[in-house]
């Protein structure tokens, strides 16, 4: 078990549901501390402040976020992109109508064993044994905790598609070349449809949804308010979608269920577009459009985004509907971390997202030592998303094999 | 501007309502215009309200999101054993049977199918007797019917079924046979006789049971070889089938008095009890000739398959009523059953199929009116008496309910 602090004492002396509510007032003060750029940490604190503090997207309420970026016109319609109305074209032919492409009358039950959402490793249940509940294997309690756990998942899915949703909307906007607005509609309708198949998904099938976590939250709130169009982009088509995609090709490679694993593929095969686009449009734009300055800022930007998505998304809203009155925050953050699943997860993330940053230039000399010290230089010779169609995607997650845990690596 | 119409126009969250409110009460009143004037002010105000309020009452991280009946306990999921096709239009789904749930022969079961993304529920009888290890519902396919099509051609050993029930009262007691039990019906009718002429020659190796089934064509007589089988294995069974293409096109042969008078002279009238289920022009034919001849109340029992019609959306309130049963309160939102609000409210009420079919819900109507769905198991007389079935009732005004003695 983690060794505790002075912070964690002084916790301790709080009720149980004050306590958790301060620890996630001490994260969020301990982002000043964890992020290393104070550029980009005085840039995320306004996103911090709504997302830890005021608990903007815990509200049970719609949250208005004012945007503020410039709708690029060009009444000459130039700016021809070769690249990028080839992907407008796949895209036209690859739509698809959830409706009538996936089996709706598919039986979900979260709680059968036969056909798990996740797989028994996934989660490091042998460790709570410690803490007086075990949890063994297939009792109702373990594959209640499994399914909610899923249903967290898929939540944070939803909400990172409407965040997809809207940014790519802004984005269409904001793009000055026509066959990339052409692209970005494409992009807009399967966003749309993302969120419809997750949320159908989620109140038909497990008839239960999480809140949007604080750290999504805030990196969501933080691109809406950008209004730099590139940095929108940077987070939603690269970063975030990044993480989906990771997110994705675990789960599908991983679940039982066989709805679930349909709709994946499908979404699969779109966010792979998606992510080929971001990278088309950002690496020319980082190639020829930015000042040293700005590049480095955008640099800074995305590493340290990496790093809170890799150390944060820790299920917080599971740990206060379960356990947290049976241990700390942090033990709870220690014990996800070092599960299989998370670890599997953060390794097929940054396996999809740091080549991407190779392939837009946010990958150079300086910013290899960072990701050195953090451990994350091994992915940069990986393919990146214009290297790696979605259909090639799936035949490699096809042939890495179905619900095997066992490569976990990081 | 007064603090409600203040609060209620910059402050969208009803909880943040009850914290704001006394606080802007206190307020100077042009320290209140100022802040209705700054959209910064009142958004702070918003957030600081909602911080106080998640560390007074914090509120779940998550939503649950209610089906249709959902809410209501004791849905089982059984898992299918195995499909067996009955006929062209028919098959028999292999149910596991839950520990320690004894039915009684003739009963349904409800079942909640997710079809093209929407939840339909329907009940079927049983056509297993009490004693077989597996529960066995057999389903006819109708032309159009989204249940049965999903039912027949669609599930398949190893799926699991959303279970309820078993319901109904369509039932014999396997320790008072009557001195001759008949039972008389046709196409999937013949679903639930099967299970009580099983029912009954178990209980009774020589009861004397007779079986009047009409068909249209042999081959979709359902269970033809299983019922002749038993037949030879007993001989207080006599099996009489009436098959439409033993008459002409022109006039098909149908059940007919002069089989009803055959059948019931095997015994003295009042010995014989009569349970009927089928198609409802031969239920019609069958419940009046045995009236004329002097049969009838509780010695003959009838069981009618019906799609149940919610009623229209348009008839009911758009706000909640109010539900008042045993003393107590519950809230009925718009759209809401009696008892999925009764349930919500931990007002236990009894039920068992949720369908309206079973009559486990039944309660008088003492003030208020109700729509209910339609057609449902309750009788002209029952309605007379403002009876009312709670799973299937929606209240068109506040309503009283008390048990029915």
């Given at each position: 078990m983690a060794q505790p602090t002075a912070t964690d004492r002084l916790l301790a002396l709080l009720p149980p549901t004050a306590q958790n509510r301060a620890a996630s007032f001490v994260e969020a003060g301990a982002l000043v501390t964890e992020v290393e750029s104070p550029r980009v940490m005085l840039g995320l604190l306004p996103s911090a402040a709504r997302g830890f503090l005021l608990q903007r997207g815990k509200q049970g309420v719609p949250t208005l976020m004012p945007a503020r970026h410039l709708a690029h016109f060009d009444w000459s319609y130039t700016g021809a992109q070769a690249e990028m109305r080839d992907l407008y074209r796949r895209a036209k032919q690859q739509q698809w109508d959830a409706e009538v492409a996936l089996d709706w009358s598919v039986d979900v039950d979260p709680l059968n064993p036969e056909r798990p959402i996740l797989p028994y490793e996934f989660f490091a249940f042998e460790r709570f044994r410690a803490y007086g509940t075990p949890l063994p294997r297939g009792s109702k309690e373990e594959l209640r905790l499994r399914a909610d756990l899923a249903t967290w998942m898929l939540s944070q899915f939803l909400h990172g598609e409407q965040g997809a949703l809207l940014a790519s909307a802004q984005v269409t906007e904001c793009v000055q070349w026509l066959d990339g607005k052409f692209y970005g509609a494409t992009q807009v309708m399967d966003e749309a449809r993302h969120v419809e198949v997750f949320h159908r998904y989620l109140t038909t099938k497990l008839c239960k949804l999480y809140d949007v976590n604080d750290n999504l939250f805030v990196i969501i709130d933080a691109l809406m308010v950008d209004g730099r169009w590139d940095m929108k982009f940077l987070g939603m088509q690269i970063m975030i979608e990044g993480l989906a995609l990771g997110a994705f090709g675990l789960l599908y490679r991983l679940t039982e269920e066989p709805l679930l694993r349909d709709l994946l593929r499908y979404v699969i095969q779109d966010e792979a577009r998606h992510v080929h686009y971001g990278v088309i449009a950002l690496r020319e734009h980082y190639r020829t459009a930015l000042s040293p300055e700005e590049l480095r800022e955008r640099q800074d930007w995305a590493f340290e985004v990496a790093l809170l998505m890799r150390n944060r998304f820790m299920a917080h809203e599971i740990y206060e509907e379960h356990y947290a009155h049976l241990m700390s925050r942090k033990e709870w953050n220690k014990n996800v971390a070092e599960s299989p699943g998370m670890s599997e997860f953060r390794h097929t993330m940054f396996e999809r997202l740091i080549p991407n940053l190779r392939a837009i230039g946010l990958l150079d000399e300086r910013m290899r030592r960072h990701y050195e010290d953090a451990g994350l230089l091994r992915y940069a010779g990986g393919r990146d998303a214009s290297q790696l169609s979605g259909e090639a995607m799936l035949a490699e997650l096809d042939a890495r094999g179905h619900g095997d845990l066992a490569s976990a690596a990081s | 501007m007064s603090p409600a119409r203040l609060s209620k126009h910059f402050v969208t969250h009803p909880a943040s309502r009850d914290v704001l409110s006394p606080v802007l009460e206190r307020l100077p009143g042009a320290a209140r215009r100022a802040l209705a004037r700054s959209p910064w002010a009142t958004g702070a105000l918003r957030d600081v309200a909602a911080m106080v309020r998640s560390w007074t009452t914090p509120r779940p991280p998550f939503q649950l999101i209610g089906r249709d009946g959902a809410a209501l306990p004791g849905e089982r999921r059984l898992k299918v054993l195995e499909v067996r096709r009955e006929t062209p239009d028919a098959v028999s789904l292999f149910v596991e049977r839950p520990a320690g749930v004894r039915e009684l022969a003739g009963q349904f079961l409800t079942f909640t199918l997710s079809i093209d993304g929407a939840e339909v529920r329907r009940s079927y009888s049983l056509s297993s007797a009490p004693d077989e290890p597996c529960w066995r519902v057999t389903v006819k396919r109708v032309a159009g019917g989204s249940g049965s099509t999903h039912l027949t051609e669609r599930v398949r050993a190893g799926d699991t079924l959303r279970t309820r029930g078993?319901?109904?009262?369509?039932?014999?007691?396997p320790d008072a046979l009557p001195g001759h039990l008949l039972l008389i019906g046709g196409g999937s009718g013949v679903t639930p006789l099967f299970a009580l002429a099983k029912a009954a020659l178990t209980a009774d190796a020589g009861a004397r049971v007779t079986m009047l089934i009409g068909d249209r064509r042999g081959v979709d007589c359902l269970f033809a070889e299983e019922i002749d089988e038993l037949a030879r294995a007993h001989d207080g069974l006599r099996v009489v089938r009436v098959l439409e293409s033993s008459g002409s096109v022109e006039s098909p042969r149908r059940i007919d008095e002069a089989d009803l008078d055959d059948a019931l002279a095997r015994g003295t009238l009042h010995e014989a009890r009569v349970y009927v289920c089928g198609p409802e022009p031969l239920m019609d034919l069958v419940v009046h000739a045995l009236g004329r001849r002097g049969v009838g109340g509780a010695q003959v029992k009838t069981e009618r398959f019906v799609t149940v019609r919610a009623p229209a959306a348009d008839r009911l309130p758009s706000t909640p009523v109010t539900l008042r049963v045993g003393g107590r309160e519950a809230p009925v939102a718009p759209g809401q059953t009696l008892l999925e609000a009764a349930t919500a409210a931990e007002i236990p009420l009894e039920f068992s199929c949720t369908m309206g079919g079973c009559g486990a819900c039944v309660m008088r109507l003492v003030d208020g009116d109700v729509a209910m769905a339609e057609p449902n198991c309750l009788d002209d007389d029952e309605r007379r008496r403002r009876l009312v079935l709670t799973c299937v009732s929606r209240p068109l005004t506040d309503v009283t309910l008390e048990p029915d003695d």
């Open positions: - | 078993p319901s109904g009262d369509f039932t014999l007691d």
